[in-house]
Every structure is written in structure tokens, then in C-alpha cells.
């Protein structure tokens, strides 16, 4: 291992079977040792109200129960995670699909929480970096869906972007490491409405700024938290925009950097 | 590779949870390189009828439409392989879930029959052997759901019996091989009521007069074909009993060679 890119591809990039497919096409011709996580997508809320299966929520976060835990299984692990490997295969990416099951390369335990129980979700305690050197050796290209396991049977959901960046934060001890977050924007925008207004660069204080200003909310404040996490804890760059990252140099993206 | 064990467990052992772990943690005290093989079991067909998708079928053999794929990618290389993987993590057995297309292992061609359509089932074509040593290089227990693909994006449904086989045809020529398939019953029966009545050894001459004498009989005939396939291609030996084959030593089987 000397250099490593670790990708993630969000929901938005699942769903959409023709964004998807020039996605895995453009991430197939990037050389050098490489690993994708993928997101869930909707499928797994679809087969829930398919099978009638009720989803619980908590402050607005979902609740993992047993019927859950066997839905994001059957479909992130299974459907989504072979789907993509099968056309990574077909562009001649030799790709293998993984959980932090398999070869126990993501150990986690399931979150404590005292007021809440979020039921089998995991939080990761270590990445298994001989196991991931030895897939490398093996010459294949992992893709992570986003599952893990505590190591006493249980497999345990765990959010993709965590994933990703865990990944990334054990292999920076080894190997220079680059983090690219794929999703349907072509960054952090300064205005939602205008999807030309990327915000090219953002450190650690001109994020806490964009907070305070309201220009950063929602949904982007977890995922700027956890690329901060993994940045101070010395991953050099990430990287976010959309999919055509891979294929266009120039293309708009912002970087993230701790200072 | 020197000698290598491949196992395939039925889908009446994938469908009593407790059979299964207490088999699981005896596989995990199997020493040397070894690989399992699992069948689907009932869950599909469950998950078809929840979901309200139709099994269609001809000729008593089920057609796999686009549906049907889903439903066993999301059944079997989701949620039974990662159960299976989680569990013998759990015993500290290194075990890696795979599909066929997963390292590009088992490439396949969807089944071309002039009569009959039979949808999304792959005949196998090649086992990539190594790509199987890498993995065993890499210190992994390769787990294999029955699902293979073509190489150009589409995965294909493919008989698990038959992957155990062509994966053990394949490594004959590289190491010696055992290959052993687990069931619910000790062996192969001279008389079905009777569970003591296990025929100890039977070779291909003795195979024909027990089909011609009408006592092997329905779905042990394809399942002993595909066996004396691997026997005639070089196998030596192929052994067929309930799970405590793995436990008991002098434990009743059936026991098949060549001549």
C-alpha cells in the first residue's frame, strides 16, 4: 500500500441506475489500489413498506430492530453491493463485495445509549488492516456495504460516510490516503437553490463559520462532522461533489482541509 | 493449496438455525483450507409470497425472472451469506462471503435451452483458480451463496450442488480436494422411512442398478448425477451425510467413488 483512494457513493447515486452505471464505468479506470463504499439507497424503505414492516423512528433517526436489521442486510449486503459488483466486474474492475463481516475487516459494537435504544446499529471500534492488505495482495478491489458485525455473530448497520471515513483514518497510518464523498451535488453549496455556487475550499474555521451563518444546516452538518473527525485525526484532503469528479479534472468540487 | 475442503450445506440445514450454528461451529474446527458452500433455503420462496411475486414454473423447475433474481440476491449472498460470515467470525473462523462475481471467481452464461426460457440461471463456464488462491493467500474461508454472473454486469441464479462441484473439479487439478455435501439426512437410503438404513458406499455401476431397482429415486438422482460428474472428471471422493460427519468421527455416510 503507498497510495489508496477511498470513495463513497451516496443514496442518491444507488438509485439512479443510469448515474450509478457511468459512476462504476469512470471509478473502474481510476489506477492505483482503491476501495468504494456504497450508501443504501430507497430500496431498503420500499421492501419495508412492501413486507408491511413498520418503520420506528427516534428524534428523527430510524431505529434498527431485528425485521430492519434483516431488510438493510438482504439489500444493501445483497442486492445493491452484488448489482455493483457484477458491473465493476464487466469494466474489468476485479471487485469484491464486502461487510466489515467478511474477513473481519470492521469490528464495531452495537451504539450505547442511555436514553435511547437504536437498536443493531454499529459504531466501529477498528479497522482490520492486515485483512484489507491481504484483499490488496489478492489483487481485488473492496466494496464495502455499509454492515458490520461485533464479533460475537451480530451484524450491525452502520452509516456509510463513517465507514468511509474510518477507512480512511486506519489506512493513513500505512499509506497516503484520498477521501472523495460522491453524491447528487457538485459540492457544498453556498445556496441551495443554485447549484453552480460550490464552495471550493472549507477549513476547520471557515466551517464553524458557514454553521454560524446558517449556511451549512441539516443533513450536511453529520457528514462535514464526520470528514472533520477523520481530517484533524490527520487524513489530508476529502474531497466532495458529484459523480463526474471522476471524469472531468476540472470539475467543481469543494475540498476539505483542517486548516 | 495442498489439500483443500470444500462443504456444501443443504437448504434444510440453512433452514434450522440451530443446526446450522452447532454445524458452523464444528466447520470452524476443520483445519486447512477449506470452503463452504451454502444453498438458499426457505426464505426466498417466503419472501416471494410476502412481497406477492408470482413463482412461475415449468415443467416442475422454477423460471427466475428479473423479480426472482432480486428476491435470491437479497436472500441468499445478503442476508443468509452475512449471517453465516457474522457466525463463524464469531468462532474464529476467517470466513469472506462471496458471490461468483465477487473476485470474478465463477463466470457463467445464462442457460441456453431452445425449449424453454428459464430466466436468470447461470451454467457454469470457469472457476478462476487463481483468484481462489489469493484469497486463501489472504488467510480467508471462502463462504459462496449460489449466485454466479456472466462477466458483462448480470448475475445469474446457479444450483449450489453445482458450485460445490465445480469449484472441487477445478481445484483437483491444483490440490488434493474433498468435497463433502451436508444434508438432513445420514446418507443416502436404501429405504426413505427407514434413517438407519444408509447405504456406506456406492460407485457408478452401483449407482445405475440402485436408479434401475427404482431405490434412488426424484431429487437425489440430479443431486448424485452432478456427484458422479465430479467423480468422472477426477474427484476422488465425495462424501454425503447430516452434519455430524464434522463431529462424530465413525459417524454414519454415504460415501461415493468412481469405481
Redesign the interface.
Known sequence: MVNVEVVKIGSNIVNNAQVLNQFLKDFSQVSGLKILVHGGGSKASE?SR??NIPVHMIEGRRVTDEDSL?IV???????I???I???L??YLC??????G????ILAAHKRINSEHDYGYVGDIDWVNIA?LK??F????VPVFSA?T?D?????LNTNADTIAAELAMAIKEHAQVKLTYVFEKKGVLYNREDESSVIKHIDYSIYKDLKAEGIITDGMIPKLDNCFKALEAGVQEINIGGPEMFKVDNELKTKLTWN
Chains 1, 2 share one sequence.
Not at 101 to 104: E, G, K, R
Open positions: 421492501l412492501e413486507m434483516e442486510t438482504m439489500v444493501y449486503a445483497g442486492l453491493n452484488k448489482k459488483v457484477a458491473k466486474q464487466s476485479n471487485a469484491l463485495g464486502l461487510t463481516a467478511d474477513a473481519n485483512g491481504g484483499l495482495d489478492a489483487g481485488v454492515i458485525h464479533g460475537k455473530g451480530q451484524l
